[in-house]
Structure formats: structure tokens, C-alpha cells
């Protein structure tokens, strides 16, 4: 079958270089409107061979074997993560599932050192203070933060993303530790000290940046137990999912002070935000924009693309599949 004809439903927009190349390779159909595809998935999916989801598109089992029994061949996700995805039951029906791993590691990791520095310097207060016109006299003792040099950074999850925030850390001259499933070798923990149990990385972390990926046994990892082992005054920050975090110890700690200040790219319940994170001073808080840079959504675009030519087209599986 000329590889024109395969079908492929687009859940979402990309932009018009994606959209591009998805039209040379595919007979496409693109869900327009930029807000989730919702009900109308399963009628927009039916007699497509592919389908490129994006990360508000859940894809349990049963959802899946429709989407199997409806002619669908292969899917794909608009994601590094693919917990959205029920991967096994995708396995057990046939169906490759694609996911965008490397291409936004830097953009994510650019914003983590942005939210490092926010929550250590306290540049968010301190922008609130200027823009509310409330900025007086030059004082020695107002507005103060703290300097990253000579602080342990503790990178929760060392996978792509964590051994970028840990490179772009170094510059800093922070002093790195991590915890992972496994230690890394040597070229590439760069001098980077494991620890085989997140409590004891908790314990000397300064800074905590949150890279790990969203399983069953992340998920609610940070508790109030872990958050009371954090030196007190350290800063907690998140690039992975909302839910590797419990919101309600989390905002306890910050309004006791026992954790200092939080910079936050991601939430438990996106879009909807704890009202209480907002009413407090030491939180940088952004709308989950960790790969929100051009380059690095275009180029996951062309990774979800690729990953689904190259198993539609050529009946081989990418490195991007992530249940050979």
C-alpha cells in the first residue's frame, strides 16, 4: 500500500513543519481546536493505522483493544513520558507504542536551572515587590537569597534529563548527588555521588530537582515523612509530574518554613492548580512548559512521526518504540 494512504489521526495542532511532514508521509487528520479531543477520540480514531496522541489522551485497555478492533496499527505520544498509556496491555494486543525521548531534555533542563534559581534567589517575591510598586529604599537585608555555589543538589531520577540539569549544574559549582533504579557508570555520572535510597539523598539535598518518571512506585514518593528529612530551608523542585509529589505536605512544609521555597513546572491535577500554592510567596509556578521551545517541539513531532513511518512504512521498529 503506498504509504500516502495510511491514515493517521493528530489529537492536537503541531506546527505547520510537523503537520508538513506529516502530510507527505500520511493521509492525516488533524483534531484542530486546541483543547483536548475528549469524547470525539474513539469516532476520529476509527479505520486510522496510526494515531498520534498527546499527553491528555488516557489509553487504558479497553480503549486500546477498541482501537485495535477499529484498524489501528500503531500509536503514538507527543511525550517523553507514556504513562497515559497502558503499555502492557499495548504489548499484549499488538500495538507499538512511540514515545519523544532526548529531544527535550535541554529544553526542560534550560527551565529547571530557570526554577532552581527562582526558588533559591526568591526572584518571584521579588518581582511581585517591583511590579506592585512596593520596591523602597536600598536595604542590606531585603530581598535576600541564596547563592548556588557550594550547595548539594540533589537530582531525583538521573535519567536524560537529570544528567542534563546535573551538567548545566556543574557551571554553577553545585555539589551533585542523585538517586536512580541503578548507579550509573562512571562517564556518566561525572563525579555525581548515588545514593542507593532516596532518603538518604533527601537528607543532604539543599536543592531537590524531581526528574524521575511517573510509575506505581514514584508516584506520592516525595511525602511528608521524606520533605521533614530535607535540610530545612531547601528548595523543592519539580520537572517530572505532579503526582511524584504529595501537594498538601508539601504546601504543610512550605507554609511552616520547613521547606523554603518550591519552583514547580508541574502540578497533580493540571490545569487546575492547589489555589494554595498561589497564595504563597515562596512559589515559582509555571504552566508546565518544560519543552516548550520550538525546536524541541518540532523535533518531537518528527520523532512521533519517524517512530510511526518506520513501522508503517518499513515494518521495523525505531529506538523511540517503547514495548518492542
Given at each position: 500500500?503506498?504509504?500516502?494512504?495510511?491514515?493517521?489521526?493528530?489529537?492536537?495542532?503541531?506546527?505547520?513543519?510537523?503537520?508538513?511532514?506529516?502530510?507527505?508521509?500520511?493521509?492525516?487528520?488533524?483534531?484542530?481546536?486546541?483543547?483536548?479531543?475528549?469524547?470525539?477520540?474513539?469516532?476520529?480514531?476509527?479505520?486510522?493505522?496510526?494515531?498520534?496522541?498527546?499527553?491528555?489522551?488516557?489509553?487504558?485497555?479497553?480503549?486500546?483493544?477498541?482501537?485495535?478492533?477499529?484498524?489501528?496499527?500503531?500509536?503514538?505520544?507527543?511525550?517523553?513520558?507514556?504513562?497515559?498509556?497502558?503499555?502492557?496491555?499495548?504489548?499484549?494486543?499488538?500495538?507499538?507504542?512511540?514515545?519523544?525521548?532526548?529531544?527535550?531534555?535541554?529544553?526542560?533542563?534550560?527551565?529547571?536551572?530557570?526554577?532552581?534559581?527562582?526558588?533559591?534567589?526568591?526572584?518571584?517575591?521579588?518581582?511581585?515587590?517591583?511590579?506592585?510598586?512596593?520596591?523602597?529604599?536600598?536595604?542590606?537585608?531585603?530581598?535576600?537569597?541564596?547563592?548556588?555555589?557550594?550547595?548539594?543538589?540533589?537530582?531525583?531520577?538521573?535519567?536524560?534529563?537529570?544528567?542534563?540539569?546535573?551538567?548545566?549544574?556543574?557551571?554553577?559549582?553545585?555539589?551533585?548527588?542523585?538517586?536512580?533504579?541503578?548507579?550509573?557508570?562512571?562517564?556518566?555520572?561525572?563525579?555525581?555521588?548515588?545514593?542507593?535510597?532516596?532518603?538518604?539523598?533527601?537528607?543532604?539535598?539543599?536543592?531537590?530537582?524531581?526528574?524521575?518518571?511517573?510509575?506505581?512506585?514514584?508516584?506520592?514518593?516525595?511525602?511528608?515523612?521524606?520533605?521533614?528529612l530535607l535540610p530545612t530551608g531547601a528548595a523543592v523542585v519539580n520537572?517530572?509530574?505532579?503526582?511524584?509529589?504529595?501537594?498538601?505536605?508539601?504546601?504543610?512544609?512550605?507554609?511552616?518554613?520547613?521547606?523554603?521555597?518550591?519552583?514547580?513546572?508541574?502540578?497533580?491535577?493540571?490545569?487546575?492548580?492547589?489555589?494554595?500554592?498561589?497564595?504563597?510567596?515562596?512559589?515559582?509556578?509555571?504552566?508546565?512548559?518544560?519543552?516548550?521551545?520550538?525546536?524541541?517541539?518540532?523535533?518531537?513531532?518528527?520523532?512521533?512521526?519517524?517512530?510511526?513511518?518506520?513501522?508503517?512504512?518499513?515494518?521495523?521498529?525505531?529506538?523511540?518504540?517503547?514495548?518492542?
Amino acid at each position: 500500500m503506498d504509504r500516502r494512504r495510511r491514515k493517521l489521526l493528530i489529537t492536537r495542532a503541531l506546527s505547520d513543519r510537523v503537520l508538513a511532514h506529516a502530510r507527505e508521509n500520511f493521509s492525516t487528520t488533524v483534531w484542530s481546536k486546541d483543547e483536548p479531543i475528549g469524547a470525539k477520540f474513539d469516532a476520529a480514531a476509527r479505520g486510522q493505522d496510526a494515531v498520534l496522541v498527546m499527553p491528555t489522551e488516557a489509553l487504558d485497555a479497553t480503549r486500546l483493544t477498541r482501537l485495535r478492533d477499529d484498524g489501528v496499527r500503531a500509536v503514538a505520544t507527543f511525550s517523553v513520558g507514556y504513562d497515559h498509556i497502558d503499555v502492557a496491555a499495548a504489548s499484549r494486543l499488538g500495538l507499538p507504542v512511540f514515545h519523544t525521548p532526548d529531544v527535550l531534555s535541554d529544553a526542560v533542563a534550560d527551565l529547571a536551572m530557570f526554577l532552581i534559581l527562582a526558588a533559591t534567589r526568591g526572584t518571584t517575591q521579588s518581582e511581585r515587590i517591583l511590579r506592585a510598586g512596593q520596591w523602597g529604599p536600598w536595604s542590606p537585608t531585603a530581598m535576600l537569597g541564596r547563592q548556588l555555589g557550594g550547595l548539594r543538589l540533589g537530582v531525583y531520577g538521573m535519567g536524560r534529563i537529570g544528567r542534563a540539569v546535573a551538567r548545566r549544574a556543574r557551571a554553577f559549582d553545585l555539589e551533585i548527588h542523585y538517586h536512580n533504579r541503578s548507579q550509573l557508570a562512571p562517564p556518566l555520572e561525572q563525579g555525581a555521588r548515588f545514593h542507593a535510597e532516596i532518603d538518604t539523598l533527601m537528607r543532604v539535598s539543599d536543592v531537590l530537582c524531581i526528574c524521575a518518571p511517573a510509575t506505581a512506585q514514584t508516584r506520592a514518593s516525595i511525602n511528608a515523612q521524606r520533605l521533614s528529612l530535607l535540610p530545612t530551608g531547601a528548595a523543592v523542585v519539580n520537572v517530572a509530574r505532579g503526582d511524584l509529589i504529595d501537594e498538601d505536605a508539601l504546601i504543610a512544609a512550605l507554609e511552616s518554613g520547613r521547606i523554603g521555597s518550591v519552583g514547580l513546572d508541574v502540578f497533580q491535577n493540571e490545569p487546575h492548580v492547589d489555589r494554595r500554592f498561589l497564595e504563597l510567596a515562596n512559589t515559582t509556578l509555571l504552566p508546565h512548559i518544560g519543552s516548550a521551545t520550538q525546536d524541541a517541539r518540532d523535533q518531537m513531532g518528527m520523532l512521533a512521526l519517524t517512530g510511526l513511518t518506520t513501522y508503517l512504512v518499513h515494518g521495523k521498529l525505531a529506538a523511540s518504540c517503547v514495548n518492542p
